[in-house]
């Protein structure tokens, strides 16, 4: 809340790096039983440490500037620039994440609990594109951005498409959401170095949407987990006829999650397209590949897990649907 809020450069890093330490004890001390989880935790913990690295150089060079609350001004030398683009980038891109600084989050995810997982989603992947908007473009003249957009737009394109390379290819289900937030908020920076009103909407509407359908998605995954003891894509089949409530809505997330129309990813999506058609052709065609692989590795798993024949070896025990406690959680999350 404090870092979401805050309108000075050195508080927003104090809770930057605060919100980080929480989570680690929870991946350390709350996570899976596998020792992986000590290496995943390193993962998430040095990359943010990297990341605020480059947020806290940003910070000595305005200190020595003496200028710390600087919305909306312009108060470098024009050499000065450049450099504090490029450190501030990778600062929030480490928390979007961006390809390729996106390698803690599969690993996190997966040693993660659900809890946990639904924090990441939620919320602390949500800092790096508030970060974009909020301290950087505000901050630097039309011309930086600029020049900086082929390039930014660039790493966005190609973590669009490998995140839904990436997540095509996974067998673990809290992978494969991974590699789909990874696409996702890959498709948010699209939008916002678009530079258009459209285009920042549509980001800023994405990621509430995606906060709300991925957070429901982890918390599914979350319940088959706890309930069958595996996340493999193929332990499971036929869930639709033995869980039907589960089913119902794991469907419903996953259409929400791809940007079917009348879920709340559609708009978002839209906006962000509409955003594109000013740029080039070839931009756009390129965001339709992506949209059209990571829209077909979520619909795959739901194929796979929820159609065909029931498959049994991941259970010695009856089937159990989703409880009370559980449905009331994930219709509060649909409305």
């Known amino acids: 809340m404090c870092a979401f809020s805050c309108f000075n450069l050195f508080l927003f890093l104090l809770f930057f790096e605060a919100s980080a330490i929480p989570i680690f004890l929870l991946m350390v001390y709350c996570g899976s039983n596998r020792r992986e989880r000590i290496k995943a935790s390193y993962y998430f913990i040095f990359f943010t440490l990297y990341g605020s690295i480059a947020l806290l ?28 683009f490029v450190l501030l980038f990778v600062a929030f891109a480490v928390k979007i994440p961006l390809f390729p600084f996106h390698i803690w989050l599969p690993y996190a995810h997966v040693e993660a609990s659900t809890s946990t997982s639904i924090l990441l989603a939620a919320l602390m992947l949500k800092l790096g594109g508030y970060g974009i908007l909020k301290y950087m473009l505000p ?46 908020m890959s498709f948010v920076t699209l939008g916002i170095f678009s530079y258009t009103e459209v285009g920042i909407k549509g980001s800023v509407y994405l990621m509430l949407s995606h906060g709300l359908t991925s957070s429901a998605l982890f918390y599914l995954v979350g319940i088959l ?34 940007g079917f129309p009348g879920t709340s990813g559609f708009l978002p999506e839209f906006l962000i397209l509409t955003s594109l058609l000013s740029s080039s052709s070839y931009i756009l065609l390129l965001t339709l590949f992506g949209m059209f692989l990571a829209t077909g590795s979520s619909l795959l798993i739901v194929l796979r897990i929820l159609f065909g024949h029931v498959k049994l070896q991941y259970s010695g025990s009856s089937f159990s649907d989703v409880t009370k406690l559980e449905i009331f959680i994930l219709g509060y999350i649909s409305l």
């Not at 305005?62 to 108060?75: A, K, N, R």
């Not at 790493?155 to 991974?178: C, H, N, P, T, V």
């Not at 706890?226 to 089913?247: A, D, K, Q, T």
């Open 225 to 258: 987990s706890e309930r069958y003891h595996s996340r493999s894509i193929l332990s499971y089949g036929g869930l639709y006829n033995v869980m039907p409530v589960f089913s119902f809505f794991f469907i419903v997330m996953t259409l929400a999650n791809v």
């Open 139 to 184: 901050f630097f003249p039309a011309s930086v951005l600029i020049f900086f957009k082929p390039f930014a737009v660039f790493l966005s394109l190609l973590g669009l498409i490998y995140g839904s390379f990436a997540a095509l290819r996974q067998i673990d289900l809290k992978r494969q959401i991974a590699f789909s937030s990874v696409s996702h």
């Open 57 to 84: 150089l940003v910070l000595v060079n305005l200190i020595f500037m003496q200028q710390l609350s600087w919305m909306g001004q312009q108060l470098l030398a024009n050499d000065i620039y450049d450099v504090c």
